[in-house]
């Protein structure tokens, strides 16, 4: 039997059998599309019988069924008067420019003020934004063969200073992007599409290959436009000296009234905003700088702010904060992962103007056998349980969410005896202080991680594991706002790896993990021509991951397109240059009477002109 889409059995095979057969879950679809059964009921079938929200909502996409418009229930009946908004960022911005934004936290400031085609909702359904509607194959916006998607756009938008918004701003993004001379975060994303202007209000991204998904340029984080008019004499070498770099005109529900780079933002409501009623409230102030747990007690004790971003924060502390009945902790699943990268370059050593250049190699971390006994001296199930808590969970895997995309075969154990057999084996003697050594080379390592209480219990957990098995560990702690920082002229920026091994957090920006992982991909190898803005972050490359990841990009078959990104997954996290620790949570802190709209497959600020006080 022949069905359109993928076969819906792709979705079921994790977790044995389920209540549901094929048929079933067809003849829900099909309700779905006739009105009599909600998305929302949809969804929550699909995770009562083990199938995850953002699978049961590709389920939908692929069988053209509509989008919704928002995930929020929206009740403000005008915009504005709501009054002040107010965000703590502890991590503080230093850049509003989207396409620069290599942290997180600049993703999630230049959201304020730009806007993609589409996001992503917490349920992993495609929202138009700028795009009059998602396209499918039923409204002839994806072609049968999956080399092109057609984008209608939203009319009567309008940019922050009045000019009108069109096709000319969607194409000009794409050849900003894909410039490498820009030397763009997102130009993976651009780089091998053409993008055609069809009229005013639509364009046509064309791919070089069938491509299954097509949701990544102008979609999400990587996809915010920007206006060809205040941008189109900054691209290529010049993109670094645009003013709105720093002094964005968006589209979004905010226009910009003042920004102190690694301080403080100002905005005020777009009275010409393109959503009805919205925003809400009449102004915006996002504060950056301090630490999570000073961001978490302004907002769940002292109720001083409305929202707190990123709370990085042990459990049990929070816990105590939403004690004061003030405010509430709000958890999103994601598929974010807190992990550790071993550099197998030399960080000491400069070769053509940069420290941990891709040519060289690392004095002892190449030995696989030291990154093997390394992974075996994580001891997860305690930095989960005795620190994050309710924040994340143990994991031997890059990839968690959705689960389809988990490896099965990668799992984690803390073993020191085992670690210290495998160093034996491969000859790293103990010195007389302990610390072993072979060949005049001493595994001794610089261990950085940005400042932060859970961060840095878990890297003293893990030097302590690491003494027992004669490896030396200095830990380094960097402030929040310089580690995450894209300012190409700073050392200790994560990007640079200019240390042994790091810690930090990755999100996933998208309810499919292909672009996630073009950080395990040869081609993106951060470095000094790419001005360190580059995804692969580890320098370590393998043959076979790029042959896998370049085969899924063009595979329709979901089955052996899963497989393969398994397998780029698998060769990374077995190779041990990539260590993941935690499947980690989406964590927030809001006063009782703010509804938001969190995301875990999209920025914090995805749709914010939604936020209302109730």
Same mark, same amino acid.
Not at 219 to 238: C, E, M, N, S, T
């Given at each position: 039997m022949q069905h359109d889409g993928p076969p819906v059995t792709t979705f079921l095979r994790e977790g044995g059998a389920h209540p549901m057969n094929e048929n079933e879950i067809r003849e829900?679809?099909?309700?779905?599309?006739?009105?009599?059964?909600?998305?929302?009921?949809?969804?929550?079938?699909?995770?009562?019988v083990g199938i995850a929200a953002p699978v049961a909502s590709q389920i939908l996409l692929w069988n053209d069924?509509?989008? *919704? $418009?928002?995930?929020?229930p929206y009740k403000p009946t005008k915009a504005g008067g709501g009054g002040p908004l107010k965000i703590l960022i502890w991590q503080a911005p230093t850049l509003l420019n989207p396409h620069f934004a290599l942290g997180t936290k600049d993703q999630v400031a230049s959201r304020i003020f730009f806007e993609p085609l589409a996001g992503w909702d917490r349920e992993g359904n495609l929202i138009p934004c700028l795009a009059a509607e998602v396209?499918?194959?039923?409204?002839?916006?994806?072609s049968p063969d999956g080399t092109s998607v057609t984008w209608k756009l939203k009319q009567g938008v309008r940019w922050h200073d009045g000019k009108p918004f069109t096709a000319d701003d969607v194409v000009f993004t794409w050849q900003y992007a894909a410039d490498l001379a820009t030397a763009a975060y997102t130009t993976g994303s651009y780089q091998n599409i053409k993008v055609e202007?069809?009229?005013?209000?639509?364009?046509?991204?064309?791919?070089?290959?069938?491509?299954?998904?097509? *949701? $990544?340029?102008?979609?999400?984080?990587?996809?915010?436009?920007?206006?060809?008019?205040?941008?189109?004499?900054?691209?290529?070498?010049?993109s670094r000296d645009a003013p709105g770099n720093l002094k964005p005109v968006g589209t979004g529900p905010y226009k910009f009234v003042e920004f102190k780079p690694g301080d403080l933002i100002l905005a005020e409501r777009n009275p010409d905003y393109h959503v009805k009623n919205q925003p809400y409230f009449d102004t915006l102030e996002v504060k950056g700088g301090g630490d999570a747990v000073?961001?978490?007690?302004?907002?769940?004790q002292t109720g001083e702010y409305d929202y707190a971003w990123n709370l990085l924060v042990e459990d049990e502390v929070l816990k105590r904060m939403e004690a004061s009945g003030k405010g509430k902790v709000e958890f999103t699943l994601s598929g974010g992962v807190e992990f550790i990268v071993l550099n197998t370059t030399d960080p000491w050593t400069e070769v053509d103007g940069e420290r941990s250049n891709a040519k060289t190699r690392h004095p002892t971390l190449s030995d696989p056998a030291v990154r093997r006994a390394f992974n075996l001296l994580v001891d997860r199930e305690a930095i989960q349980k005795f620190i994050y808590g309710r924040a994340a969970v143990a994991t031997a895997s890059?990839?968690?969410?959705?689960?389809?995309?988990k490896s099965s075969r990668l799992k984690y154990e803390f073993n020191v005896d085992k670690a210290n057999k495998i160093l034996d084996e491969a000859g790293w003697k103990m010195d007389a202080d302990g610390i072993r050594e072979k060949d005049g080379k001493k595994l001794k390592y610089v261990f950085q991680t940005s400042i932060n209480a859970p961060r840095q219990k878990t890297q003293a957990i893990i030097k302590q594991a690491c003494q027992k098995a004669g490896i030396d560990i200095e830990i380094k702690s960097v402030t929040a706002s310089v580690f995450f920082s894209s300012d190409v002229g700073n050392p200790d920026t994560y990007s640079k790896l200019y240390c042994d091994m790091e810690m930090y957090n990755t999100t996933q920006p998208q309810p499919d993990p292909e672009r996630f992982l073009n950080q395990c991909v040869s081609w993106e190898i951060s470095s000094k021509?790419?001005?360190?803005?580059?995804?692969?972050?580890?320098r370590w490359s393998d043959p076979e991951a790029d042959k896998a990841y370049k085969a899924a990009q063009s595979e329709l078959d979901p089955v052996k397109r899963a497989a393969l990104l398994?397998?780029?997954?698998?060769?990374?996290?077995?190779?041990?240059?990539?260590?993941?620790?935690l499947s980690r949570n989406i964590v927030g802190g809001a006063v009782n009477s703010l509804m938001t709209d969190i995301s875990g497959w999209d920025v914090t600020t995805w749709n914010l002109g939604s936020w209302y006080r109730s």
């Amino acid at each position: 039997m022949q069905h359109d889409g993928p076969p819906v059995t792709t979705f079921l095979r994790e977790g044995g059998a389920h209540p549901m057969n094929e048929n079933e879950i067809r003849e829900a679809i099909a309700e779905v599309k006739d009105g009599t059964l909600s998305r929302r009921s949809f969804i929550r079938t699909m995770a009562a019988v083990g199938i995850a929200a953002p699978v049961a909502s590709q389920i939908l996409l692929w069988n053209d069924v509509a989008m *919704a $418009d928002a995930t929020l229930p929206y009740k403000p009946t005008k915009a504005g008067g709501g009054g002040p908004l107010k965000i703590l960022i502890w991590q503080a911005p230093t850049l509003l420019n989207p396409h620069f934004a290599l942290g997180t936290k600049d993703q999630v400031a230049s959201r304020i003020f730009f806007e993609p085609l589409a996001g992503w909702d917490r349920e992993g359904n495609l929202i138009p934004c700028l795009a009059a509607e998602v396209p499918t194959k039923a409204n002839g916006g994806l072609s049968p063969d999956g080399t092109s998607v057609t984008w209608k756009l939203k009319q009567g938008v309008r940019w922050h200073d009045g000019k009108p918004f069109t096709a000319d701003d969607v194409v000009f993004t794409w050849q900003y992007a894909a410039d490498l001379a820009t030397a763009a975060y997102t130009t993976g994303s651009y780089q091998n599409i053409k993008v055609e202007k069809i009229d005013d209000h639509t364009v046509k991204v064309i791919f070089k290959a069938p491509t299954p998904f097509w *949701a $990544d340029p102008f979609v999400g984080a990587v996809g915010q436009i920007l206006p060809k008019h205040h941008f189109g004499d900054y691209a290529g070498a010049k993109s670094r000296d645009a003013p709105g770099n720093l002094k964005p005109v968006g589209t979004g529900p905010y226009k910009f009234v003042e920004f102190k780079p690694g301080d403080l933002i100002l905005a005020e409501r777009n009275p010409d905003y393109h959503v009805k009623n919205q925003p809400y409230f009449d102004t915006l102030e996002v504060k950056g700088g301090g630490d999570a747990v000073s961001a978490a007690r302004a907002v769940l004790q002292t109720g001083e702010y409305d929202y707190a971003w990123n709370l990085l924060v042990e459990d049990e502390v929070l816990k105590r904060m939403e004690a004061s009945g003030k405010g509430k902790v709000e958890f999103t699943l994601s598929g974010g992962v807190e992990f550790i990268v071993l550099n197998t370059t030399d960080p000491w050593t400069e070769v053509d103007g940069e420290r941990s250049n891709a040519k060289t190699r690392h004095p002892t971390l190449s030995d696989p056998a030291v990154r093997r006994a390394f992974n075996l001296l994580v001891d997860r199930e305690a930095i989960q349980k005795f620190i994050y808590g309710r924040a994340a969970v143990a994991t031997a895997s890059f990839v968690n969410q959705p689960s389809q995309f988990k490896s099965s075969r990668l799992k984690y154990e803390f073993n020191v005896d085992k670690a210290n057999k495998i160093l034996d084996e491969a000859g790293w003697k103990m010195d007389a202080d302990g610390i072993r050594e072979k060949d005049g080379k001493k595994l001794k390592y610089v261990f950085q991680t940005s400042i932060n209480a859970p961060r840095q219990k878990t890297q003293a957990i893990i030097k302590q594991a690491c003494q027992k098995a004669g490896i030396d560990i200095e830990i380094k702690s960097v402030t929040a706002s310089v580690f995450f920082s894209s300012d190409v002229g700073n050392p200790d920026t994560y990007s640079k790896l200019y240390c042994d091994m790091e810690m930090y957090n990755t999100t996933q920006p998208q309810p499919d993990p292909e672009r996630f992982l073009n950080q395990c991909v040869s081609w993106e190898i951060s470095s000094k021509e790419n001005k360190w803005l580059g995804r692969n972050v580890s320098r370590w490359s393998d043959p076979e991951a790029d042959k896998a990841y370049k085969a899924a990009q063009s595979e329709l078959d979901p089955v052996k397109r899963a497989a393969l990104l398994i397998k780029v997954n698998e060769i990374f996290c077995e190779a041990n240059v990539l260590v993941p620790l935690l499947s980690r949570n989406i964590v927030g802190g809001a006063v009782n009477s703010l509804m938001t709209d969190i995301s875990g497959w999209d920025v914090t600020t995805w749709n914010l002109g939604s936020w209302y006080r109730s």
